[in-house]
């Protein structure tokens, strides 16, 4: 894709997650501090579910958003990354597949029935 296409596709994911990833967020920073967020209704706190690959990490942010130690910001920051990360890592793939990998994948063949 042209870098400002790549841009465009990558600002859209963080106004995207930013606008309408409905937060477990506090609503005011003290209470937030205080009481702690809720990542079973996060939005945010559910991509990095999907997409974060490292559990320990993630473990790491739930304990800290569900104690008030990361703000609801900060944990979209943290899903916009990774979110983009996976974009990335799946447009590059995308570019590897060439009408041979296609053709391999659709001809027709005799399945096999082993039960």
Do not use: W
């Not at 995207?16 to 409905?22: G, L, P, R």
């Not at 990490?57 to 910001?73: C, D, F, K, V």
């Amino acid at each position: 894709l042209p870098s400002k296409i790549r841009r465009s596709f990558y600002l859209n994911i963080s106004f995207q997650i930013n606008k309408y990833a409905f937060s477990g967020g506090r609503d005011t920073v003290e209470e937030h501090r205080k009481y702690g967020g809720n990542c079973d209704v996060d939005i945010s706190y559910q991509f990095l579910r999907y997409f974060m690959e490292d559990d320990d990490e993630l473990e790491s942010i739930r304990q800290r958003y569900a104690n008030g130690e990361l703000l609801t910001g900060e944990l979209k920051a943290i899903a916009i990354k990774e979110v983009q990360r996976v974009m990335t890592e799946l447009q590059n793939r995308r570019k590897e597949v060439t009408d041979e990998v296609v053709k391999s994948f659709t001809v027709p063949r005799k399945l096999k029935y082993d039960y």
